[in-house]
């Protein structure tokens, strides 16, 4: 059973039942070839290139997070898009939220 407008604003998120189109937008479009950065640091770490062990480790850790930044990001943005589509609201307004935060934590 649904949620009235007035139960989603009062006791899960203010103004959650006043959304009416995505706020935030993807931008995993931005980055053609995210799927591949940590494979081609990789191959090129070990054709092309070689780091010192500590610098190698930042690059992955950088890269790594930079991938796992734009991922949650742009899953946020699809949670939000079922949201404001009231396919489901609650769970996918919080998972939307999780994902946001754990975009931020990325980028930190």
Not at 60 to 79: G, M, V
Request: charged letters at 20%.
């Amino acid at each position: 059973m649904p949620l009235t407008n007035y139960s989603l604003n009062k006791y899960v998120a203010q103004e959650l039942a006043d959304l009416k189109s995505p706020i935030a937008k993807s931008i995993r479009g931005e980055f053609p070839n995210l799927d591949g950065w940590i494979s081609t640091f990789v191959l090129k770490s070990i054709f092309h290139f070689t780091l010192p062990a500590d610098r190698a480790a930042l690059a992955f850790a950088l890269l790594r997070r930079a991938q796992a930044a734009i991922e949650d990001y742009d899953e946020a943005c699809t949670a939000l898009g079922r949201v404001v589509g009231r396919e489901s609201t609650v769970s996918e307004y919080f998972l939307a939220l999780r994902k946001l935060e754990s975009s931020i934590a990325m980028l930190y």
